[in-house]
């Protein structure tokens, strides 16, 4: 009988022991874990090492390092009516996770999509020697009609030329033109 009750008692421990170690996490320096408890969320946590309950908890890690999203090639049809083709690059980071997790579904492709309707938007209302001249002018105000979109989710780091570096809460896009002429 004492082995029986013996072997029941080590059954028991290993389980908990292991319930125990199911519930520690690690996150690195440059994430955060933004943590559900039966699907309420109860914040973002990190960096380090840190247990949540099991089972009933979930964690999703966000990075937040600078993203940079390739925007497809677009073909814009200019005020002027001239057909050009445009590339982009969106540089963004997340503020808030707990936000850019629970408020919008898959926050890098909203923030691709919103590049993209942007820079149609902006470039169609410009001629191309506009697009051509004043090319910061225009990054100016993709930056700030994206930023206006993103404020909550995502903050992003805009650079201009190699050497200055703008830095606020919106978005960046580097675009280059090749004329349809």
């Not at 421990?13 to 969320?41: K, M, T």
């Not at 840190?50 to 200019?78: G, N, S, Y």
């Not at 001249?133 to 105000?141: G, H, L, P, T």
Request: charged share 15%; glycine share 6%; hydrophobic share 45%.
């Amino acid at each position: 009988m004492d082995t029986i009750v013996l072997s029941v008692i080590s059954v028991i421990v290993l389980i908990l022991v292991f319930l125990a170690l199911s519930g520690i996490r690690v996150v690195q320096q440059y994430e955060r874990g933004v943590i559900f408890v039966l699907g309420s969320l109860r914040g973002a946590k990190g960096p380090g090492i840190f247990w949540v309950p099991p089972i009933i908890t979930r964690m999703i890690k966000v990075d937040l390092r600078i993203v940079t999203l390739t925007v497809p090639p677009q073909e814009v049809i200019t005020r002027d009516n001239v057909t050009i083709k445009v590339t982009a690059v969106i540089y963004f980071y997340v503020v808030d996770p707990a936000a850019a997790v629970v408020n919008v579904m898959n926050f890098m492709q909203a923030t691709t999509q919103i590049g993209q309707t942007t820079l149609r938007n902006v470039l169609g209302q410009s001629e191309l020697d506009e697009l051509l001249a004043q090319r910061n002018k225009i990054n100016r105000e993709l930056q700030t009609i994206i930023d206006e979109h993103t404020e909550t989710l995502v903050c992003v780091d805009r650079s201009g030329a190699p050497v200055q570096v703008y830095c606020c809460c919106g978005a960046s896009i580097l675009t280059s033109a090749v004329s349809g002429r």
